[in-house]
């Protein structure tokens, strides 16, 4: 079975500041990736994902992510961060093929709080 | 379009009791999952559909009961609610393959 690892809990940074946010992943084959955004009080929000292609993925609200098969991670970054990215974020896989029906697998998520 | 919604928000149960959260989407999505939110865990597959009439188990189904009778609305049934189904509820809805997933506002829950 598959499982998607987020190390950091809980993120601090100041305004300006620069952002990673680490998530690797378990699974044999071929899978596809994604990242969630959920803002206080809100529903899940999709900002990027990877399905084959340049490894480096540009997705709303300035953040990329860069895809390593060989390491297995799916990094989240972003040159600067504002006040208004104070969230939580979601790594995500699900297998690429058809009999997996898009099921996605998530990771523990991480908690970004940005200072004013 | 209201995309992907969810009734009701915010339900208190007694341990025993039975309740049915209802999700809906008007966007013609062939797919439908309902996933549970607990602090620390992420979200976890509970059960999902691939078309009308069709459901099939995720990771934690236990506890669980859903239908999909009309393609747009997907219900999760809890038949004797136990407190550690305490939980946000999630649905989403995706296109035929999954590959992009539309959640809905979520549903608070409390077992007591």
């Known amino acids: 079975a598959q499982s998607v690892s987020q190390h950091n809990h809980h993120v601090i940074l100041s305004e300006a500041a620069s952002l990673e946010l680490g998530c690797n992943y378990s699974y044999g084959g071929t899978v596809n990736l994604f990242w969630y955004v959920q803002y206080p009080g809100q529903h899940l929000q999709l900002l990027l994902k990877y399905f084959s292609g340049d490894p480096l993925v540009k997705g709303i609200k300035g953040f990329e992510a860069e895809f390593i098969k060989s390491k297995f991670s799916f990094n989240l970054r972003k040159p600067s961060v504002q006040w208004s990215a104070t969230a939580e974020y979601f790594c995500a896989i699900s297998v690429a093929g058809g009999t997996s029906y898009g099921k996605l697998t998530f990771g523990q998520g991480t908690i970004l709080t940005v200072h004013p | 379009n209201a995309g992907v919604t969810q009734t009701p928000k915010f339900r208190v149960l007694k341990t025993g009791q039975s309740m049915t959260l209802l999700c809906a989407q008007d966007m013609n999505h062939e797919y439908m999952y309902w996933y549970r939110q607990d602090p620390g865990m992420g979200l976890r597959l509970i059960h999902y559909?691939?078309?009308?009439?069709?459901?099939a188990k995720g990771e934690v189904p236990d506890g669980y009961n859903v239908s999909r009778l009309k393609k747009q609305n997907f219900l999760l049934g809890l038949e004797s609610a136990a407190p550690s189904q305490t939980s946000v509820y999630f649905c989403a809805s995706a296109t035929e393959g999954g590959l992009t997933q539309y959640f809905g506002p979520g549903t608070r829950l409390l077992v007591l």
């Open positions: 559909s691939v078309g009308e009439g069709t459901t």
